[in-house]
């Protein structure tokens, strides 16, 4: 940054207040940087669309307020770093003449020419009669101040935000740096810091406005950002120059971000370069590590991903506003992209499955940018990965899974440790000793119904604030398709403020968090979201009691009303993923495991359930059931004949006989302790290809 010009306060301030002309003024309002600290930290700048942000409209007549009491008189004139005024400041004394307003406050002022007359005018912050900002002008009339008619409305986080204090002070010969801090009840972004770059001239605007949270004693803000001005580009006009600071790891270790905006006809416009440098520098940092350190891999990639979270509007979680709107424009980022692909490929690497799982899914994500040999490394990475490859599996029947409503129960469930219930048109039971089907009493139905009978889930809605239930009265789902309008639960977990803030300025796009509906309890719904699990009640959102709860690693899971994925003990659970199930064992000593799928599943897993002890998994793929038994529980059954693995058996022809209430569910002993699998690389489970199948049966209507 150029050097300021030398000299005392007092000089930069008798600069000031004595310039004889509009050429000496500017030349006080540069010698007056030398006041100003350029101790700073910092990052990167808005759209490239050179914005000049707020409409010179005049603000609305704020209603009258009326005073209990005279307001101060400040007699003290503006200086050269300007005059603050407490609220309900109606009346002040600058440059030996006083001002008044009728309503609202004066906050700050600050002398300058700006209609280069040669003399001097008043820029003002003030805010109405509800507390909020806004710009004004000032110019003297046969030695009187009067304000201009033409006030400029300040933009805040919302409407409800109040100005609790302000400040001006000159940050180049053309412009002039406005500090407000305010609060907002309630507000996403409460307290809020925003500093804003305003022009001297005839009519003032603002030029640039960044806005960052203020930070409490209880929640210490995580960002702060430095203004300052010089001349970037050298075409003899000043730019502004910001410096980003993280307080808070992991972004603290990234160091100080430095942005600039360059001064153009038009207005300040962004340079371009940033953040994706300093993205691209920490991916690159992370990708070297991968192959011998991918442990030293992970906390660089997962601070690059931060980092692009804490910036660029397209993440939906910037602490940062630009210009009204929540973060920078950053596009499709290729250097986040490189560090989302090095976080999968790490944690696969480091055993993490379910947030392997989760991070590849966020490869797809629209905010990044990911080279496919960057992504074809990370699936290979999750393809590598550990799994129980000693599962028996047997084929069984054919099976479609059902397509509707978005959240349902699974198409298949143990009734007991021998006998799986296959929902359709018609329920059958499946007997797995001897592969044979026959009608039963059970419901066919898949709908996430209530104990009453009455309410049903039947969806999962990725919002700002959370990932929400859609409740739905039982009456308008016909044949699995919704015909109302349900009501939304509590979030299932609570979202950062900030990042509801953000989400909420980048028009509400989000991904969702990977939640899976296990099933309906006596107490609400069953939600697993990778390795924890929640319970959401079905009662309205502002109800004593609906609000949504975790469950400890050794609080049993409650009983599902209709079997599901779910042990009969609460503590084992099964998920369906892209690299086959996983089985998430809950206790003082939790553990995933992966149980890779047979050959002869050539397709998605749509469906999984778990047997009353846990001991035995199903899921349909590829149109069939495929049963598979943990190792060192008791072999499943196999028939005389055929292969042993993998037993292909038939479904008979479904009966039309009406559906009865659905039997008890048979609640089996504990389960045999587990004995854990040696790890070992990954490989094809113990499957051969298996016998010719008969022609599947036609799916049910």
Not at 266 to 273: D, R
Not at 385 to 414: C, K
Not at 476 to 483: E, F, N, R
Not at 591 to 605: E, H, M, W, Y
Request: proline share 11%.
């Amino acid at each position: 940054m150029a050097t300021a010009p030398s000299g005392s306060t007092d000089d930069c301030k008798s600069a000031l207040n004595l310039a004889p002309s509009r050429s000496f003024h500017r030349f006080g309002l540069l010698s007056c940087l030398c006041c100003m600290s350029a101790a700073c930290s910092g990052l990167h700048g808005c759209d490239d669309k050179r914005p000049v942000p707020f409409k010179r409209e005049a603000a609305e007549p704020a209603p009258s307020v009326a005073a209990d009491s005279p307001p101060p008189v400040v007699a003290p004139p503006a200086t050269a770093a300007g005059s603050s005024f407490p609220d309900l400041t109606r009346e002040i004394t600058a440059l030996g003449s006083k001002l008044t307003r009728a309503e609202g406050s004066f906050r700050a002022a600050l002398p300058l020419d700006l209609d280069a007359d040669g003399q001097q005018d008043l820029l003002l912050l003030a805010s109405d009669a509800q507390g909020r900002p806004l710009l004004q002008s000032a110019h003297r009339e046969q030695g009187q101040w009067k304000l201009d008619a033409t006030q400029l409305p300040l933009s805040t986080a919302d409407d409800s935000c109040n100005l609790s204090s302000a400040s001006l002070a000159p940050l180049s010969a053309e412009s002039v740096l406005a500090t407000l801090d305010g609060q907002c009840l309630p507000g996403p972004q409460s307290p809020w810091h925003q500093q804003l770059v305003i022009s001297v001239e005839a009519s003032p605007r603002v030029l640039l406005a960044l806005r960052t949270r203020r930070g409490t004693a209880e929640l210490p803000a995580q960002l702060s950002v430095a203004l300052s001005s010089e001349d970037h580009d050298a075409d003899d006009h000043p730019d502004v120059h910001a410096t980003l600071q993280f307080t808070a790891p992991p972004l603290s270790a990234a160091g100080p971000l430095e942005l600039w905006w360059l001064n153009r006809p038009s207005g300040l416009a962004p340079e371009t370069g940033e953040p994706e440098q300093t993205l691209a520098t920490l991916a690159d940092k992370a990708l070297k590590q991968l192959t011998a350190k991918p442990l030293d891999a992970l906390p660089l990639a997962e601070q690059a991903l931060a980092l692009h979270r804490a910036l660029c509007r397209e993440a939906g979680g910037a602490q940062l506003w630009c210009d009204g709107q929540a973060g920078l424009a950053c596009g499709p980022s290729a250097a986040a992209g490189k560090a989302a692909a090095v976080r999968a490929i790490a944690l696969a690497k480091t055993g993490q499955l379910l947030p392997a799982l989760d991070a590849l899914a966020a490869l797809d994500e629209a905010a990044l940018r990911v080279d496919a040999t960057l992504r074809k490394r990370a699936r290979r990475a999750l393809g590598d990965m550990p799994g129980e490859t000693d599962y028996i599996w047997q084929l069984g029947p054919a099976l479609h899974p059902a397509d509707s409503p978005n959240v349902r129960l699974p198409t298949l469930a143990f009734t007991d440790q021998e006998h799986l219930v296959l929902r359709g048109a018609i329920a059958q039971s499946y007997e797995l000793s001897t592969h044979a089907s026959s009608p039963t009493g059970a419901s066919p139905s898949v709908l996430v119904v209530d104990e009453a009978g009455k309410l049903g889930v039947t969806d999962i809605v990725s919002r700002c604030d959370g990932d929400r239930l859609t409740i739905t009265p039982i009456e308008q789902v016909v044949a699995g398709v919704v015909t109302g309008v349900g009501k939304s639960s509590a979030p299932v977990f609570a979202a950062d403020s900030e990042a509801v803030a953000a989400c909420a300025a980048a028009a509400g796009k989000r991904r969702d968090h990977g939640l899976s509906v296990l099933g309906m309890t006596a107490q609400g719904a069953l939600v697993a979201r990778g390795a924890a699990l929640y319970l959401v009640p079905l009662t309205e959102p502002a109800a004593t009691g609906s609000e949504p709860r975790q469950l400890s690693d050794t609080e049993p899971a409650p009983h599902l009303l209709v079997p599901g994925a779910l042990s009969a003990e609460g503590n084992r659970y099964a998920l369906r993923t892209s690299e086959g199930v996983a089985i998430v064992v809950r206790g003082t000593s939790p553990t995933v495991s992966l149980v890779r799928p047979p050959a002869s599943c050539t397709g998605p897993i749509s469906d999984v359930a778990l047997s009353p002890s846990g001991d035995r998994v199903a899921m349909i793929c590829a149109g069939h059931v495929y049963v598979a038994q943990r190792p060192g529980s008791a072999a499943p059954s196999v028939p005389a004949t055929g292969d042993p693995a993998v037993t292909p058996a038939e479904i008979s022809p479904p009966p039309t006989a009406a559906a009865a209430p659905p039997p008890p569910v048979t609640a089996l002993a504990p389960p045999e302790p587990e004995h854990a699998a040696e790890p070992q690389p990954a490989a094809e489970p113990k499957v051969p290809a298996p016998a010719p199948s008969p022609a599947p049966a036609p799916p049910p209507p």
